[in-house]
């Protein structure tokens, strides 16, 4: 039985400019070190690990300019500045340590997207066009990549300042709208912005990503991040979470009738190189893989890969967007919000090997799919109805090959890696198990590591 450990797909990592100075406002070498060590820790946990920080020392330049009478985009522009010389101190720091950082600093979103593909860790700068303030370039960071969390590492407790309101767990929430309460009594000003600036609040306010708040003397509490259940800080809820979370609730009570109606349907399938074992399959990986990035959703997962497949009733060309749809209406019909929907619209409309959904969820759907091509079940089940006169064709048995052979790359989650390279070695030792020379042709390539 392979070793199950929780772990995130993508988190964003904010610093602040505080915890890293010392009493005399400079940069201080002992705490860039210590979130070295911070980010050491999280590497075996996390896909991909963005790292935005503050201007350390930035509010004493400002306070300086401003003295001589600089503007507000004056001192904006020099917390800018100040930002990215800390940037740069850290990248340095970090290349030492880290095998997998993208060797340069990221500038913009497009830049961060494309190095993902490529890298672990990648260290985000000013954005270019983009926000003022590193909060803000965190949770815009965060927004876009669709990343399960967000942490934000203070000088200072977030219950210090804002009261929470309750707790799940070890977690302490704190209402969003009372941040911003706090926020909006005060003057924000560059250099002296209170908690979280406006910008950034205004982000948490429609994200459905988490948010946590941790003081910098409690950051090593955060190799237990990948663990929601074990973790132990302050999340920052908002009124948008809330909602998504009673659409979820909605959702889990459709579920068994739904995945009734998708096995149902699914049993008219007469594709042998797609037939409801395949589903199965997909369906079992799947959930093995919401048990390891436990941030998933459960019953969206269960749900899109039961349903993945049931478009190819109506042939293969575009079954994928034809099935979302399908299941788009089922889910609208039984009143579903609309968040939800579109969440499972882009799981199911995105799983072909060239696409790459936006979720977390979708991305468990596309590669527990994939994953499929290099599993010796199937490949005998294809053996089996050659040998018995079945109609498969080639060129279908070809395309799950190249799909297999490029398994590497297509895969967006790590945590499938150690499990690719079993189910090929099982496939390799497999392929003198079948009898048709044209299945095990192509079994041999899927199977070569």
Known sequence: ?????????TLVLKIGGGPLVDSERVLNQRRIDNIVELTDGLRPFVDHLLVVVGGAGAHFYIELARSYGAREPECDEIGVMATDLVCRVLHVALSRRTHDLYPRIAMSLTEVEEAMSSYGVIVVGPLQHGATSSDSV???????????????????????RVPAEGSVGNLRQVRLEDVIDVVAAKIERAGRRPILDMACLRVLQRARFRTFVVAFDDAKALLRLPDPSAFDGIEIVSNAQREYEGMARRLAETVPTLLE???????????????????????????????????SRRAAVELAAWWHDVGRLDGSAGHEARGAQILATELRQRGVGEDMVSDLIDAIAFHKWSMLPATLEGKIIRDADKLDAVCLERWIVWDKAVCDGANVAESELEAVCRVAQDLDRIIALKALLPVLRERRAELSDGVRLLRSSVVSKYARLAGLR
Request: glycine share 4%.
């Open 261 to 295: 109606r998708a096995r149902a349907s699914l049993g008219g399938l007469r594709d042998v190189v797609h037939d409801i074992g395949h589903v199965r399959r997909c369906v079992s990986n799947a959930m093995e893989l919401c048990t390891e990035y436990p941030y």
């Open 1 to 9: 039985m392979r070793s199950i450990v929780p772990r995130l797909h």
């Open 138 to 160: 965190a949770a815009i960071t965060a927004e876009q990549l669709c990343a399960e969390a967000l942490v934000i590492i203070k000088a200072w407790r977030l219950d210090d």
